[in-house]
């Protein structure tokens, strides 16, 4: 990859000062270039240029219908029958050459007859196969003809104010649309709605339009960094995207071999630097799992799966789509410096096991010493109408930093500030988003959220505990 800190490189020119007033200095007199020349050509092949070549094949058009709101409290109704259609556009991201395309849950959320239409003006039905309502995100997939092109997935841990970044998405109804600008701040909260909640957007000024949502804001690279999700009514040059860790995180579980292929092999991928190198590690790796029984063991690096390098979680799932019991996968793992080929064998999910019970150990039970699960949205409601959920605690470990915060088993975490930040708690992965985050390494404990009897309160954890930092350096 190249040094993204580095400028773009524009042609210079010449000024001067002509009585007060300022003038282009013209070059030196010579014979005229046309645009054909390769020179010409190559000054006006810029950074940007090369960038939008890389992703545009990756970015789709998404249109679909749906019925006009009704007021109407009674479904059967004649008023509720005929309701008008309307039609609705968006943009998605193809994160795998089999079909698989990554958009927002809003563009596809309650809408009939989702068609993807490609950049070579190709279209295809599309079916919805997973969603993340509260991350505002849905995988869809088509058949298409041949394989298709994939973006190229890059990481939102290293951005910079001012980095140059581009928009590409289905604008107002105008497909493959490319719009350019810069980050103008990281970590915005948005809310939209009482319903719909962003948190860590990237703020960018790039033109985000109707029909942007779910398109791709990608680097100089070319690679992608955000899922564009949101414009701000009324005003100018302010557009959000989903940052594309974040998003990584998400998608490879709405990808992942248990719910796509019902299969599972057991092993955790995290992305982590080493030697300045961004890689891909296993994590951790289930007892008795698949993984294991092949030899792959803790901190091993994730070289190659199934003939496929890979370099994020998303990838792993993508490798082991196509595996199936009784043909094992080659992985490639690099070990004390050298490459050790082994043999994976996923296995078919038990029956009656939950996608829960097949998970690889629970980070936050063993250093917070929580077990949680996702609370409804009536039990946080009637504390707070604003709250949209919460982790129902299950579970708290003797002697654990949990346990010396006093949190009991009934509690609800519905939130968590850490410095000057404050997160919602919705789901298990956001307790290990706000450990990642750079206050929880300068910062020896957390403030809590929870619901007790009816009531919020709020209790102090401790981040100081080895096992904790473990996570935060993770």
Do not use: C
Request: proline fraction near 6%; charge should be neutral; glycine fraction near 10%.
């Amino acid at each position: 990859m190249g040094d993204r800190r580095a400028g773009l490189a524009f042609p210079r020119l010449g000024v001067g000062l002509v009585a007060g007033a300022l003038a282009i200095v013209a070059p030196a007199a010579s014979a005229p270039t046309r645009a054909s020349e390769p020179s010409v050509a190559g000054a006006r092949r810029t950074a940007v240029v090369e960038a939008v070549e890389k992703a545009k094949g990756a970015v789709v058009n998404i249109s679909s219908e749906k019925k006009a709101a009704s007021s109407s409290r009674w479904p059967f109704s004649p008023e509720e029958n005929q309701r008008p259609r309307v039609n609705g556009m968006g943009s998605g991201v193809i994160v795998d050459g089999r079909g698989y395309i990554l958009t927002n849950h809003h563009v596809v959320d309650k809408v009939q007859g989702i068609q993807v239409q490609l950049l070579d003006g190709s279209a295809y039905p599309a079916l919805v196969l997973q969603v993340d309502p509260v991350m505002d995100l849905a995988l869809i997939k088509i058949e298409p003809a041949s394989p298709l092109q994939a973006i190229t997935i890059g990481t939102s841990s290293d951005l910079m104010l001012g980095e140059s970044v581009i928009a590409i998405g289905n604008a107002f109804g105008y497909e493959n649309t490319v719009s350019l600008g810069i980050i103008g701040a990281l970590h915005r909260d948005l809310t939209l709605s009482d319903d719909q909640v962003y948190r860590n957007l990237i703020q960018t000024d790039a033109a985000i339009n109707p029909g942007n949502s779910g398109g791709a804001l990608i680097n100089i690279e070319g690679e992608l960094i955000g899922i564009n999700v949101a414009v701000r009514a009324g005003a100018q040059g302010l557009g959000f995207a989903l940052p594309v860790d974040e998003v990584k995180r998400a998608a490879a579980e709405m990808l992942s071999t248990r719910r796509i292929a019902a299969t599972w092999h057991g092993v955790v991928a995290a992305e982590t630097l080493r030697g300045g190198h961004r890689v891909l590690v296993a994590a951790d790796v289930q007892r008795g799992g698949p993984g294991e029984a092949a030899g792959i063991r803790p901190g091993d690096e994730l070289v190659q799966i199934a003939g496929m390098p890979v370099a994020n979680a998303l990838d792993v799932e993508r490798a082991f789509l196509d595996a199936r019991p009784g043909a094992p996968a080659q992985v490639v793992v690099r070990r004390g410096g050298a490459e050790v080929p082994l043999a994976l064998d996923v296995r078919p999910l038990p029956r009656g096991a939950s996608l829960a019970s097949l998970e690889p150990g629970d980070p936050i039970w063993e250093s917070l010493g929580l077990r949680t699960a996702p609370a409804s949205t009536e039990d946080v409601a009637n504390v707070n109408p604003k709250l949209r959920g919460g982790l129902l605690i299950q579970a708290v470990s003797p002697g654990s930093p949990a346990a010396a915060a006093s949190l009991q088993r009934g509690d609800i975490l519905v939130g968590m500030n850490v410095g000057e930040r404050n997160w919602e708690t919705i789901r298990p992965d956001h307790i290990l988003h706000v450990l990642s985050q750079p206050e929880a390494v300068q910062t020896d404990s957390a403030l809590l959220y929870v619901i007790r009897r009816n009531g919020l309160q709020q209790r102090r954890i401790s981040l100081a505990d080895p096992r904790v930092k473990n996570i935060i350096a993770q």
